[in-house]
T-cell receptor, first 112, second 117 residues
Framework: GEDVEQSLFLSVREGDSSVINCTYT??????LYWYKQEPGAGLQLLTY?????DMKQDQRLTVLLNKKDKHLSLRIADTQTGDSAIYFC????????????FGTGTLLAVQP | GAVVSQHPSRVICKSGTSVKIECRSL??????MFWYRQFPKKSLMLMAT?????????EQGVEKDKFLINHASLTLSTLTVTSAHPEDSSFYIC?????????????FGPGTRLLVL
């Protein structure tokens, strides 16, 4: 089956780096995504990485992809209290439907 | 760019009534729109994939007759929860996939919180 796993909770201090990890199962995924969800809101696309890339950096965000281990990570540099939210990784399920399979979500709590 | 809106943002209805939720892509055209359901502190569960001008594709376990989806134009999809019951109470989120570039990327609406009494 398709399972995308994440750790449930991460707590960091303001100014530190946060690393959120994700393992996925579908090796045919073309793109992998990171979404942010603030309380009571929809999902905000943060960044994505194409499956033939190892790393992508976008300002404070760095995405690392290890295709061999099917491991994806999101590093947030200089974490701020406004970064507190639930972070979901997602993979495309393959085929023509461009369906997304979401991870279980990681709650990031940033302590001032 | 890539803004998706949903209306209403929250709705309370009586058991047995029907509720329609609208999903609009405001600044792009979307051939494909998706409807998700999210339970408290849980991940998103895909309910159905909606393609403009054709019937929606429902995920296993999702009742087609209960969750009616219409995708009449490239910017609008609607989800109607028919004969709603308290167990249908949930957070419903739509997403839209642009017709051009990065076809597989989805942009999400802000969600609709449904409470059925």
């Amino acid at each position: 089956g398709e399972d995308v796993e994440q750790s449930l909770f991460l707590s960091v201090r303001e100014g530190d780096s946060s690393v959120i990890n994700c393992t996925y199962t579908d090796s045919s995924s073309t793109y992998l995504y990171w979404y942010k969800q603030e309380p009571g809101a929809g999902l905000q696309l943060l960044t994505y990485i194409f499956s033939n890339m190892d790393m992508k950096q976008d300002q404070r965000l760095t995405v690392l992809l290890n295709k061999k281990d099917k491991h994806l990570s999101l590093r947030i540099a200089d974490t701020q209290t406004g970064d507190s939210a639930i972070y979901f990784c997602a993979e495309t399920s393959g085929g023509a439907t461009n369906k997304l399979i979401f991870g279980t979500g990681t709650l990031l709590a940033v302590q001032p | 760019g890539a803004v998706v809106s949903q209306h209403p943002s929250r709705v309370i209805c009586k058991s047995g009534t029907s509720v329609k939720i609208e999903c609009r892509s405001l600044d792009f055209q979307a051939t494909t729109m998706f409807w998700y359901r999210q339970f408290p502190k849980k991940s998103l569960m895909l309910m159905a994939t909606s393609n403009e001008g054709s019937k929606a594709t429902y995920e296993q376990g999702v009742e087609k007759d209960k969750f009616l989806i219409n995708h009449a134009s490239l910017t609008l999809s609607t989800l109607t929860v028919t004969s709603a019951h308290p167990e249908d109470s949930s957070f419903y989120i739509c997403s839209a996939s642009p017709t051009s570039v990065l076809r597989e990327t989805q942009y999400f609406g802000p969600g609709t919180r449904l409470l059925v009494l």
